[in-house]
């Protein structure tokens, strides 16, 4: 019997010495990753949200300096048409009310109007919100205090070159569906009308005339 625990601690020696020289390989081998190919992952190409970090921008190849585009002034008032013995001249369909939803959706209908009777649209845009206050005086006293605020909202569809014979045919199909509470109003556009377009700001208009002084 010992005969045979010597031959079983010989042997069990001999595998712990062999794994403390194998560890040590195991250890310094780099680990490779082989790649997992699937149907659902090869259609995506992850490489579109990784940073470039300006690889491949050819404009950065040119020895010439490139002319960088003028932006445009907004802020610049545009020829206003003349009007014609066929035509009318830059006219503005004006759709005010206190109900915004109402003047949007009425704005909205006068410009599909213009689309489908070709009329050439030049601009739509909004004007600043007006307020009114309504004051109300009790019945046994001399102050005033603030029964309701009115909020005005403006609308304007700017046209070019209206033609005559489409005008009449253009204004019976507007007055036929106005909205109630929607008031509606064409008139020529002068320069008074662009400069409305823009808030009016007097603390800053101070400051400039101070500094002009």
């Avoid at 009329?119 to 005086?137: H, R």
Wanted: net charge positive.
């Amino acid at each position: 019997m010992n005969h045979v625990f010597q031959k079983l601690q010989a042997s069990l020696t001999r595998q712990v010495f062999l794994m403390n020289q194998t560890l040590p390989l195991f250890r310094n081998t780099p680990s490779i990753q082989l790649p997992v190919w699937s149907s659902a992952t090869s259609s995506e190409r992850r490489y579109h949200s990784m940073p470039t970090h300006g690889i491949g921008s050819w404009k950065y190849l040119l020895s010439k300096k490139r002319t960088q585009k003028k932006k445009k002034d907004r802020h610049q008032m545009k020829q206003i048409v003349m009007a014609t013995d066929s035509t009318y001249g830059t006219l503005n369909v004006k759709v005010s009310g206190y109900d915004m939803t109402l003047v949007e959706r009425y704005t909205q209908y006068v410009h599909h109007l213009c689309n489908r009777l070709r009329i050439n649209v030049s601009l739509c845009y909004a004007l600043p919100t007006k307020t009114t206050e309504v004051m109300l005086m009790q019945e046994h006293g001399t102050k005033m205090f603030v029964d309701a605020v009115l909020k005005t909202h403006e609308r304007v569809v700017q046209l070019n070159s209206l033609s005559t014979t489409v005008c009449p045919v253009f204004m019976d199909v507007l007055l036929k569906h106005q909205p109630e509470g929607v008031q509606l109003s064409v008139h020529e556009h002068t320069e008074a009308d662009f400069k409305s377009r823009f808030k009016a700001r007097p603390e800053l208009q101070e400051l400039m005339s101070h500094m002009n002084q």
